[in-house]
């Protein structure tokens, strides 16, 4: 994990970095449990985002994810209701944690995309809060 990285391990987001090898043959990442901040209960994936097109637009009461980038590339925007930034994801062996109570916002997808999320629990609809109003209104971090 970069020392840049580091200093988002408290507000509730940050770099996460799992095993990846390459040779003449290609490369491989994969993860672990023990790679990753929590148990997984839920892996989804996002693919042909639209361009202009956002996902996320929310933050979790309950859930934690990891985000990794397969294929293709994305900025994600996080706000812990405090402080905010923004990570561009472009490599699959290095995700974003992003904690229960954080905002997060997918932009700037490029063509072919392939995105998945690691969460730490299972679909939740009440869990969601989609108006970013609101959210600043209950952020607790």
Known sequence: MSENSNKYD?????MVEIPHFSDSRGSLSFAEWKHLPFEPKRI??????GEGKTRGGHAHSECAEVVFAINGSFDMF?????????????????G???GKGVWCELRNFTPGT????VASVPYMKDGYI?????????STL
């Open 10 to 14: 408290k507000k509730g987001f940050r």
């Open 44 to 49: 989804f994936w996002i693919y042909d985002v």
């Open 78 to 94: 996080v706000d812990n209701g405090k402080e905010s930034g923004i990570f561009h994801i472009d490599d699959p062996s290095r």
């Open 96 to 98: 974003i944690y992003i």
């Open 114 to 117: 392939v995105c998945v999320v």
């Open 130 to 138: 989609n108006d970013y109003n609101e959210f600043k209104k209950k």
